[in-house]
């Protein structure tokens, strides 16, 4: 039964979700609001509880073995009770907002504004001419590149144009067979999971 | 502003002044209403016919009215335009009366359109413009059910190799001989994404495999939900393996909930627990080549596989291998070796080579002018 209760559960509600897509009824989609909004929000408020029981016993290990880069966990627990009051003390005032708008906004801004140079790092080491595959890339990347900015235009009038035809006929063309892929993989594997076939993610064969 | 004007022109009184413009306007013809079918009610079409002449029309003014509503200005339409919805306030199973009238850029309105019947809006059952998808669910539903059922008979199932995988033992064990841990990042999605999903059933056999080989992983994670069913799958794998000694909970923890910070989390673990294997595999978005990248420069060898196809020439750039796709939903079928996992993938290819051969006909067909196949795909 400690096996086959998750599998009926997920059988069941997997079957009603998927009955609930093709009826636009507003019962079904009350029931819709129900079990994704509500529901999945009171699992997450409590599963928050483990999380953080999870994050503190991690970092106050690592702290306490003094294992290298304690001091980061050190930083980071008290950041995280330092929100935490903050913002149970100002009931989420200016002051919770300003250390989200002027600490944790641009800290965040920070890690996205280094993809700039990791692109540039992987394009080098990718485009490197090792054989036919690997040419054929670098000598369509570049096209692509030079034809996405007015440099591309100025050299050759047909530039964008062909930097078009690239984008939206081989490229779209790969892209939609990995998609259309994607798509009966996803279905296949909701299928395996409402049938009960596939329970590894439950922890169980 | 264009409620606002709706307001305006809805509080206005609805006074028709014959002049010599007015009488030249031509209101639009053929006006029909009908209940939007396929939707949860609260919305009516409107359709109709543009005048001959509407050389002089700027748009047309839709009016509505009920029992307890006075006629008022429910709507407005461009004159290109021959098709209205309107839920603008409306409510089920009470009976509407609808009018229109064509407006010129003066402002100058032509008579009333004649009045089509009373309409009432109310909620459907079933979408019948999605059976389409429902027959194509349930073909397919059928042919994962029968190819479980023929690798219960025993039959033996060809399944290609995916290099990617075959990796993953050799991967496991170069770990073990450096002595170093295996990260294993499950992507950045909650538990209801099918991405994720997969990732937790490919966990299942690493952390088997880990366990085997009396080697350490590292599953940080962004979701709390995702984090207890990561902590119970691997929990489970180092149990089946005979080393439940072995399992750490500690390795298996919630890092934040915010995606950069997330990525500057699991790239510090990178950078100094130096793991000798990095598996990233799940959803991912921008924080893909941050975490590769990195992981590269610490000279790990590095798998990674998501469903995000934007995502995947990042992960061919700097990883050592790449699982692309439906692979990912794949994997779990590969690495356990189950039959009756393994024969849903032959299902998978069947329902490509049935979408394969509608690709062509509906190509070909749609030459000539025979839309009826590439109508089978539309949804809506």
């Known amino acids: 039964m400690r096996r086959r209760l998750p599998v009926i559960i997920a059988f069941g509600i997997g079957f009603l979700m998927l009955i609930q897509y093709f009826i636009p009824h507003p019962r079904s989609e009350e029931f819709y609001n129900v079990i994704v909004q509500q529901w999945f929000i009171i699992i997450f408020a409590f599963m928050y509880i483990f999380a953080l029981r999870s994050f503190f016993m991690h970092h106050i290990t690592k702290v306490k073995r003094k294992k290298e880069g304690y001091i980061f966990s050190a930083v980071a627990m008290v950041s995280v009770l330092f929100m935490l009051l903050s913002g149970l003390i100002t009931s989420r005032g200016p002051f919770f907002d300003s250390l989200y708008n002027y600490m944790i906004a641009p800290l965040q801004g920070t890690m996205f504004s280094l993809l700039a140079f990791f692109i540039a790092s992987a394009a080098f080491r990718a485009f490197r001419a090792r054989n036919v595959q690997a040419t054929l890339l670098l000598v369509t990347a570049t096209i692509v590149m030079i034809g996405r900015v007015p440099i591309g235009d100025y050299l050759w009038r047909g530039m964008p144009d062909l930097v078009e035809w690239i984008m939206t006929v081989p490229s779209m063309a790969a892209m939609r067979g990995i998609r259309i892929g994607v798509g009966l993989g996803a279905v296949a594997t909701a299928m395996k999971i409402m049938l009960g076939i596939e329970r590894s993610y439950m922890g169980g064969e | ?380």
């Open chain 2, 1 to 380: 502003m264009l409620i606002g004007l709706l307001f305006f022109f809805g509080q206005m009184p609805i006074t028709v002044v014959a002049t010599t413009d007015s009488i030249s306007l031509k209101p639009p013809t053929n006006l029909r209403a009908m209940d939007t079918p396929n939707d949860h009610g609260e919305s009516i079409t409107l359709f109709w016919d543009r005048p001959l002449d509407i050389s002089n029309i700027e748009g047309y003014q839709i009016f509505r009215e009920a029992e307890d509503e006075s006629l008022h200005l429910a709507g407005y339409a461009p004159v290109n335009k021959t098709e209205y919805l309107d839920q603008l306030g409306l409510r089920n199973n009470v009976e509407y009366q609808y009018s229109m009238r064509s407006i010129n850029p003066e402002g100058v309105v032509s008579i009333f359109s004649e009045l089509p019947p009373v309409v009432t809006a109310y909620p459907q059952w079933f979408k019948k413009n999605e059976v389409n998808i429902l027959i194509m669910i349930i073909i397919y539903l059928g042919l994962v059910v029968y190819f479980v059922r023929i690798a219960r008979k025993g039959k033996k199932i060809f399944l290609r190799r995916i290099p990617g995988l075959d990796a993953l033992e050799e991967a496991v064990g170069r770990a073990t001989e450096m002595g170093k841990p295996i990260l294993y990042v499950p992507g950045i999605w909650p538990m209801d994404e099918i991405g994720t999903i997969a990732a937790m059933n490919i966990l299942k056999p690493v952390s088997k495999k880990v366990a085997q080989y009396e080697s350490r992983i590292i599953v940080p994670c962004i979701d709390p939900i995702v984090m207890n069913v990561a902590q119970q799958t691997v929990k489970e794998g180092f149990t089946e393996a005979g080393r439940p000694d072995r399992y750490n909970q500690d390795d298996v923890f919630f890092l934040t909930s915010a995606q950069f910070a997330y990525a500057a989390g699991v790239n510090g673990i990178m950078v100094r627990e130096k793991p000798a294997t990095n598996l990233f595999l799940g959803v991912f978005f921008a924080e893909s080549l941050l975490l590769a990248e990195t992981g590269n420069a610490t000279g790990a060898i590095q798998i990674a596989g998501t469903d995000r196809v934007p995502q995947l020439p990042f992960f061919v750039a700097a990883c050592d291998y790449c699982i692309m796709g439906e692979e990912l939903y794949a994997a779990s079928a590969y690495l356990s070796e189950d039959p009756r996992l393994i024969s849903s993938i032959k299902a998978q290819d069947w329902g490509k080579m049935a979408i394969l051969i509608s690709l062509f006909f509906g190509s070909v067909f749609s030459i000539f002018g025979l839309r009826f196949i590439l109508s089978w795909f539309s949804a809506g």
